[in-house]
């Protein structure tokens, strides 16, 4: 697997940015990473890195992200070993990384599980392996005067921007900010790494997708659609597109990037998108998921120490509007209750 997030063209991007980016290579690993942080302390962050061939190689290039965090004066290295042989033996991922004394992050950063198509099969085993709600749009949807376009040219991506505004204000979500998706366009689309797609409706846009291309594997990134033409349900046409035009660029995996496990709740950020993501079919994947190595003791416990007492903060103020309610309402139930003893001495 060659994620985008640990390519060439992802640390243009993040340089682009104005990111201080580190690459390095090694005997079977190598790794992305970008310095990360503030007043609350620095750190390096390896998203979905490093990649590595062996344990042995995981502990290189983990040995180098701890040297040079150290030169960066960093408190920590954040890593994502999505694509490193950890373990040895029947030792779990997990327990392998807390033997070298990483532990888990406060949060996690990129989804720890995710569901994959294999492009390898022909396109009607593909196709096959969805639902048949999906094949039958795929099928039928230019009947209905929709069709799919795609584009290289960065200026194309406020199309997406303008729909993702709609569906965050209706939804009330947050997003990627649109000075940060503008210079993935314009970094990543000359390097053949990014697409945006756009389905139209008699030649007008009614809705948008923007995807990333590494090596050998797309992965479906940003994705809003017009809610006024929902009925046309023309998002699951639109990602049958973007499947099948990656397996005929010659890809071999598309990652519809993020999905909540077996076991979730509604509670998790990744819920309400798994039962649309696993309509196309492909296999699931788990990752070891986000983890912190500690370069400075006492500075980390400082920054987890911090980021604890904001998140109080932050749970206490969403809390505050339930409470006010339930206190106008135990008020209200109050002053009736005290109205019906008046009546009653009356």
């Not at 749970?315 to 008046?342: H, S, V």
Request: proline share 5%; with cysteine.
């Amino acid at each position: 697997m060659a994620n985008i997030l640990q390519s060439n063209a992802w640390a243009t991007f993040h340089r682009n940015l104005g990111h201080k980016v580190f690459q390095a290579y090694g005997d079977g690993w190598r790794s992305l990473a970008t310095l990360e942080g503030g007043r609350t302390g620095r750190y390096l962050y390896c998203p979905y890195g490093p990649e590595a061939e062996t344990p042995q190689a995981f502990d290189a290039a983990l040995e180098h992200l701890v040297r040079t965090a150290r030169a960066e004066k960093c408190w920590f290295v954040r890593v994502e070993p999505a694509g490193a042989a950890v373990a040895d033996g029947l030792e779990t991922p997990e327990a392998s990384l807390r033997r070298r004394g990483l532990r888990p992050a406060p949060r996690q950063v990129q989804p720890g599980h995710t569901q994959v198509i294999d492009l390898t099969q022909d396109e009607e085993a593909i196709l096959k392996d969805m639902k048949s709600t999906n094949r039958n749009l795929h099928r039928n949807i230019a009947k209905k005067g929709v069709e799919f376009t795609s584009s290289t040219d960065p200026d194309d991506v406020d199309v997406l921007l303008r729909f993702l505004d709609a569906t965050a204000e209706r939804k009330d979500f947050n997003r990627q900010q649109d000075d940060y998706l503008r210079e993935a366009a314009r970094s990543l689309m000359p390097l053949g790494a990014a697409t945006l797609y756009v389905a139209r409706l008699e030649g007008e846009p009614i809705g948008a997708s923007l995807v990333y291309d590494s090596d050998d594997t797309r992965t479906y990134a940003h994705a809003a659609m017009d809610f006024e033409h929902r009925k046309l349900s023309a998002g699951i046409p639109l990602v049958v597109r973007m499947v099948l035009d990656a397996k005929h660029k010659g890809l071999s995996r598309f990652d519809l990037f993020g999905t909540a496990p077996e076991d979730a709740g509604p509670e998790h950020e990744w819920y309400g998108f798994t039962k649309f993501k696993k309509s196309f079919g492909g296999r699931p994947e788990s990752y070891p998921g986000t983890w912190d190595l500690p370069v400075n003791r006492a500075g980390y416990a400082a920054y987890t120490g911090v980021r604890a007492a904001r998140e109080a903060v932050s749970a206490a103020r969403k809390e505050l509007p339930a409470l006010a309610e339930r206190a106008r309402a135990g008020t209200g139930k109050a002053r009736a209750g005290a109205a019906k003893l008046l009546r009653r001495g009356a």
